[in-house]
């Protein structure tokens, strides 16, 4: 019974000496953390995927009939159904954005439905949604990662060559825009190994 007393004393003294310890270094040298419930944008749930320097947080979330929608919160705030819902594209019935999304201006990369298929897309600050087009092929991009510079990554189809023997209409193929722009033929990363049936993604892109 004493050996426990003198446990439990220990214990207790070691745990004052970390308490003092920790209060008396500076304020800049303890670890704050403050977590904040971004919502939602009308569903009980939302992912948050990407931030920005300024705080601004782009990620998933639905409304609250169940149509899946992306999002760009303004800078440190949570997000508002009113302002932060990113739009469809024209015929489209969800948008959506993957990791790499947003750039240190807040425009985002990210993709959703058209007529028979998908389209990326980048929205501007001023909120304008533009369609990014694809690299040729059958109607499929999806805009992963987004830079500063306002250069979009991610993969789409291209034609392939005539007489080709791989299923559907298209190779799915790495892109980088240029600044600001649509894909142009121009932008395909291509493959690592030559080929009719190879593939490759763009996921993350530097400044």
Request: aromatic share 6%; with cysteine; hydrophobic share 35%.
């Amino acid at each position: 019974m004493q050996n426990r007393k003198r446990i439990v004393s220990l214990g207790t003294s070691i745990l004052l000496l970390l308490l003092v310890a920790t209060a008396s270094l500076p304020l800049a040298a303890q670890s704050k953390y403050v977590v904040t419930d971004l919502g939602t944008l009308g569903s009980p749930s939302t992912s948050a995927l990407a931030i920005n320097n300024a705080g601004q947080v782009a990620g998933n979330s639905s409304l609250a009939n169940g149509d899946g929608r992306a999002y760009r919160t303004a800078p440190n705030k949570t997000i508002n159904p009113a302002t932060d819902v990113i739009p469809t594209l024209p015929g489209g019935t969800f948008s959506s954005v993957n990791f790499n999304a947003i750039n240190s201006s807040g425009q985002v990369a990210g993709y959703g439905n058209v007529s028979g298929g998908l389209h990326g897309f980048r929205l501007e600050t001023d909120g304008t949604l533009n369609d990014l087009g694809t690299l040729g092929g059958s109607n499929f991009t999806i805009a992963w990662g987004i830079n500063d510079a306002g250069q979009v990554t991610g993969v789409s189809n291209a034609p392939l060559p005539p007489f080709a023997t791989c299923l559907g209409t298209g190779g799915s193929y790495a892109f980088r825009t240029e600044a600001n722009s649509a894909i142009d033929s121009d932008d395909s990363l291509g493959t690592l190994i030559f080929g009719q049936c190879r593939s490759s993604l763009g996921a993350g892109i530097n400044s």
